[in-house]
């Protein structure tokens, strides 16, 4: 079945440094979303990308869909104390049911 | 307006007994997914509902786990005759009538089984 693998599973760095964490799916996506969950909380939606190639920013967060749409990555920059969490990626497959495949997830960890 | 609703938050259970977790979707959504989260890992897909369908179980263990979306009241997901490995955080997400792009989820239930 169709699977989504993330790396890395953990990342710590140090205040005011990058972050960056990769998806790949076994099988083409028609779209892929990126959700973020906090230690005890529950997922809440970043964003989503559709088209092959596209690139999205939110303020420090840049995100990418790979050409062959079937990776992806996020990137934040400049890291603050308040982007700890869990960042996960969640495919939909070519049927567009609307069921999503989630990564496994990169905890971030950042020291002040 | 009211976002997704999940309740109880904390269920504890002993092994055999059955768990009933509910989930209300957001206003205006008529879609339903559960996912099953096991510490330190990622969502699992476990069920899709609209009002009285099952859209796709293809996460749903053949036994001991069901799950229906009535027409008037909350999705339920029931697990009969609990085991320790079903002790997980099980989340319920909903999105509109269309189906696709965000879900939105909501607060878990957190299931213990002793």
């Known amino acids: 079945g169709q699977q989504v693998m993330q790396i890395p599973q953990y990342q710590h760095v140090q205040e005011g440094e990058d972050f960056t964490t990769y998806c790949n799916s076994s099988?083409?996506?028609?779209?892929i979303q990126w959700y973020k969950q906090r230690p005890g909380g529950h997922p809440v939606f970043l964003i989503q990308?559709?088209?092959?190639?596209e690139v999205k920013k939110q303020k420090r967060l840049t995100f990418q869909f790979g050409e062959a749409k079937k990776n992806s990555s996020l990137h934040i920059t400049a890291t603050q104390t308040t982007d700890v969490g869990t960042y996960f990626c969640?495919?939909?497959?070519?049927?567009?049911?609307?069921?999503?495949?989630f990564g496994q997830g990169t905890t971030l960890q950042v020291k002040p | 307006n009211a976002g997704v609703m999940q309740n109880p938050r904390h269920l504890v259970r002993r092994r055999g007994q059955e768990a009933r977790l509910r989930c209300s979707p957001m206003k205006g959504h008529s879609h339903v997914y559960w996912y099953r989260q096991l510490p330190e890992e990622g969502l699992k897909f476990m069920v899709y509902l609209q009002k009285e369908n099952i859209i796709d179980e293809s996460g749903m263990p053949k036994e001991r786990f069901s799950a229906e979306f009535p027409k008037e009241g909350p999705s339920i997901l029931r697990i009969q005759q609990v085991v320790r490995g079903d002790s997980a955080a099980y989340f319920c997400?909903?999105?509109?009538?269309?189906?696709?792009?965000?879900?939105?989820f909501g607060p878990g239930t957190r299931l213990t089984v002793l």
């Open positions: 997400a909903s999105s509109p009538p269309s189906g696709l792009g965000e879900q939105f």
């Open positions: 969640a495919g939909s497959g070519s049927g567009n049911t609307g069921k999503l495949i």
């Open positions: 990308l559709v088209k092959s190639g």
């Open positions: 099988t083409t996506l028609s779209n």
